[in-house]
């Protein structure tokens, strides 16, 4: 679906698509990986975590965020790669996505020529070696791993020269989810989340049916990602269709509850307030509210921006939209009123 949407992270968000996806599609990993469905207790419904078995080794994943950062996106060319480099990971304790985007911007700083001679030569997109051992030196914090341990905001002020123009991250938070110069709406939800996580909402799905317009987008955003804050409080699948519609009479009649749907968004507003609070209150600042320079500067190859070039002040226009519709202040601060009307003096 993101290789057909053409968002799929690749080369370091440079590109939508990937030459060689179909070697690490969900079909081909079933196969060569020996693929067994698994799910969380008690599912009969979807069954959506996969256990691979390669090599005499055996391993929950790779899901699709692995697949996209530690594949595509580093440019893995085969499922056995990508369910190593996953594996290194999970014996590590690392984050995949967090790592993959960290390994992939160390790639494109080797191909620009800004780490060491040493570096600069053996590390390359699409060979699995390298990302096996940048795994390991990040893990061990040796060699470029030192640096790199601290993700890809702090790598990149250490490195200096042009790498921040590709250091892929929000607020210091590696992007995740869909590569945003394929889908607008994204970028704009992760820039103004509590975190780059593409759980805050997920809005990349209306956007490559045709059902957005930029004129909607704020109001649609601060909707979705009041939605999905009320939603994960009841701790419910994120993969089954149901609305509030469905999910609010359940709520009811297991606690006694009288909710409405207006409640669980007034709910969902709530804890995106209050988050945003504690937020600024730990270090994030206004300058956080952004994406990374590269979303600015290229042409976008999908999405509402298909074929221009994103314009740097109209999203932070929009950004402002979306902080005066939620009762923030112009650094994305929630208002004393705000507040109070949301019972979090």
């Excluded at 996969?50 to 893995?76: F, I, Q, R």
């Excluded at 020269?161 to 992760?190: C, D, H, I, K």
């Amino acid at each position: 679906g993101q290789e057909i949407g053409r968002f799929l992270p690749t080369r370091n968000f440079r590109y939508g698509q990937f030459e060689h996806y179909e070697s690490i599609t969900s079909e081909t990993m079933r196969k060569e990986l020996s693929w067994k469905n698994t799910g969380c207790f008690g599912c009969g419904v979807i069954q959506c975590s996969k256990v691979s078995h390669w090599d005499g080794k055996e391993m929950e994943g790779p899901e699709y965020e692995t697949t996209a950062y530690l594949g595509s996106n580093c440019e893995l060319k085969t499922a056995k790669d990508v369910a190593e480099a996953n594996y290194l990971c999970d014996k590590y304790g690392l984050d995949t996505i967090s790592t993959g985007v960290t390994t992939s911007f160390a790639l494109e700083c080797a191909e620009r020529g800004l780490l060491s001679e040493e570096d600069n030569e053996r590390l390359r997109f699409g060979d699995a070696s390298s990302v096996f051992e940048l795994i390991h030196e990040i893990a061990q914090r040796r060699g470029p791993g030192n640096i790199l341990a601290e993700g890809t905001r702090r790598a990149a002020r250490a490195i200096g020269m042009e790498s921040n123009y590709f250091a892929m991250n929000t607020g210091g938070m590696e992007l995740s989810g869909v590569n945003p110069l394929g889908s607008y709406s994204m970028g704009l939800t992760l820039a103004t989340s509590d975190f780059a996580s593409h759980t805050r909402f997920w809005s990349a799905s209306d956007e490559m049916n045709g059902n957005l317009n930029f004129g909607m987008l704020p109001s649609y955003i601060i909707e979705g990602q009041d939605g999905t804050n009320a939603r994960n409080c009841l701790i419910v699948c994120d993969f089954l269709p149901y609305g509030f519609d469905r999910l609010v009479p359940f709520l009811n009649a297991a606690t006694g509850f009288d909710c409405s749907e207006s409640d669980m968004l007034l709910l969902g507003e709530r804890l995106q307030s209050l988050a945003r609070d504690y937020a600024l209150k730990t270090g994030r600042t206004h300058d956080d509210d952004v994406m990374p320079p590269r979303f600015f500067e290229e042409t976008s190859f999908a999405g509402l921006m298909e074929g221009k070039i994103p314009d740097r002040k109209f999203f932070e226009g929009q950004v402002q939209e979306i902080f005066k519709l939620r009762g923030w202040d112009a650094e994305g601060k929630p208002t004393q009123e705000t507040m109070a009307r949301l019972g979090l003096e």
